[in-house]
């Protein structure tokens, strides 16, 4: 099992950048895949990243590629989503999930922190 804390959320102005931070608690956290969600206002949770247990693999909805770029430094256990460009549409709270397996990941992790809020001002 992995417990996940987020930080690194705030307000910012469009076109601006902040940098989300998720960081794992347990000895295993190599062994898991990463993915960051987000769920706005009225909206249903969506899938924003993904990234493999050794950090060779990425995947991105289409609409953050080229914007978000997601890491992870195992010796840390910690992940990232450096997010640039912001726009006032990817206004949610973001969540940080984990899964063993890479499918799982980003579809329906098991594991979740609380979330960061992230407000893009126009």
């Known amino acids: 099992q992995v417990q996940l804390v987020e930080s690194g959320g705030g307000l910012v102005q469009a076109g601006g950048s902040l940098r989300l931070s998720c960081a794992a608690s347990g000895r295993t956290f190599s062994s898991y895949a990463m993915g960051w969600f987000r769920q706005a206002p009225g909206k249903e949770r969506e899938f924003v990243a993904a990234?493999?247990?050794?950090?060779?693999?990425?995947y991105y909805a289409d609409f953050v590629k080229g914007r978000f770029t997601i890491s992870r430094d195992n010796a840390k256990n910690t992940v990232y989503l450096q997010m640039n460009s912001l726009k006032p549409e990817d206004t949610a709270v973001y969540y940080c999930?984990?899964?063993?397996?890479?499918?799982?990941?980003?579809?329906?992790?098991?594991?979740w922190g609380q979330g960061t809020q992230v407000t893009v001002s126009s």
């Open positions: 990234i493999t247990w050794s950090g060779s693999t990425t």
């Open positions: 999930a984990a899964a063993l397996a890479w499918m799982v990941v980003r579809s329906k992790p098991p594991y």
